[in-house]
Nanobody, 115 residues
Framework: QVQLVESGGGLVQPGGSLLLSCATS????????MGWYRQGPGKSRELVAS???????TYVDFAKGRFTISRDDASNTVFLLMTALKPEDTAVYYC?????????WGQGTQVTVSS
């Protein structure tokens, strides 16, 4: 059974930082392409960042310079370090795993940026 469990969300003030984690099981993590997505209020789900099995990373424009995606194959976990957070970063953040032709999602973790 595949499980992706996000954690680390919460309420943070503008300019603050959060570290999101996604612990996985049931997949061959080392060969999986991992991504973080988000869905803000009234918006569609959008890609934030992704990291391949070889460690190559991609970021969308709003994440460049502020967010860092990383992975630990030993613990089957992917991380998203978010800094300089803005109110517009408020969203539910989802972890995604792509392995072969299959795609798996976590349940999401809420991030709220507000003073």
């Amino acid at each position: 059974q595949v499980q992706l469990v996000e954690s680390g969300g919460g309420l943070v003030q503008p300019g603050g930082s959060l570290l999101l984690s996604c612990a996985t099981s049931g997949i061959i993590f080392s060969i999986s392409h991992m991504g973080w997505y988000r869905q803000g209020p009234g918006k569609s789900r959008e890609l934030v960042a992704s990291i391949g099995s070889g460690g190559m990373t991609t970021y969308v424009d709003f994440a460049k310079g502020r967010f860092t995606i990383s992975r630990d194959d030993a613990s089957n976990t992917v991380f998203l370090l978010m800094t300089a957070l803005k109110p517009e970063d408020t969203a539910v953040y989802y972890c995604n795993a792509e392995m072969y032709q299959d795609s798996y999602w976590g349940q999401g973790t809420q991030v709220t940026v507000s003073s």
